[in-house]
């Protein structure tokens, strides 16, 4: 081989690096940004198309590129699937868990009852029975429960969520409230369980299945699982040699 051959082939520069590979393999390593490993993924088959013997370098990298942004891909779409499947649950429970708890509660399915509630407050048989003959005896036979869209919900400091209530009996209509706390409830899939349900009648009477709404100033004083009734203040005008 002439010299001149030689020092032709050792001056051959070696193929660059191909951009497309190396952005890649970058954005599949993004996996905070949403949508960066979907780009990676098609920037990976690419890259992998422009490189290889005789052209651009990086296949190797094209291809890291492609399957860790395959990877991230799948994770982020599962992870939204399943956000969203849990989420839909927790809000159709948040919107029916007043009028099904009630029902349950009037209708003696005492085990649906407790499904609903946070397992923290230990509701039981007893306290749902006493609330049950309590409300019973004082307004008559339950009819339904809606929320109040007059009033608006309220956030106590704990994270619970505190929603206003109209509750009808055979009596009549009711003020009420339903506490949403947050914590699993495995059966309906929600991410809220019911802590408690206050009833105030038009006197100011209170009666409250569960336990206490913690921050908000509303409700008896009950501990968990209890039922109890606010006490009346003493109109009793004090007699002469008092």
């Avoid at 052209?55 to 699937?81: D, E, K, N």
Wanted: hydrophobic content about 40%.
């Amino acid at each position: 081989m002439h010299e001149a051959d030689v020092a032709g082939i050792e001056s051959t520069p070696e193929p660059p690096y191909s951009g497309v590979a190396i952005t890649s393999l970058v954005l599949s390593l993004l996996v905070c940004i949403p949508g960066a490993a979907l780009v990676g993924l098609v920037l990976g088959a690419v890259g992998i198309a422009v490189t290889g013997p005789g052209r651009r370098r990086g296949r190797g990298v094209a291809i890291s590129g492609l399957l860790v942004s395959l990877l991230v891909t799948i994770l982020w779409v599962g992870g939204v699937v399943f956000a969203w499947v849990f989420l839909v649950d927790t809000i159709k429970f948040v919107m029916e868990s007043p009028n099904q708890t009630m029902t349950a509660v009037f209708d003696a399915d005492d085990a649906a009852v407790k499904a609903r509630f946070d397992p923290s407050v230990g509701l039981t048989d007893e306290d749902i029975s006493r609330f049950r003959e309590t409300a019973t005896s004082r307004f008559g036979s339950f009819v339904e429960v809606r929320i109040d869209e007059s009033g608006e919900p309220v956030q106590s400091p704990d994270g619970s969520l505190v929603m206003p209530l109209r509750v009808r009996f055979e009596s009549g209509t009711i003020d009420g409230e339903i506490e949403l706390s947050s914590g699993w409830v495995p059966e309906f899939s929600s991410f809220f369980g019911v802590r408690r349900i206050t009833l105030e009648s038009e006197e100011g009477d209170k009666l409250t299945l569960g336990g206490t709404l913690v921050g908000s100033g509303v409700g008896s004083g009950v501990g968990s699982g209890g039922t109890s009734s606010t006490e009346q203040p003493d109109d009793t005008e004090p007699g002469p040699d008092s």
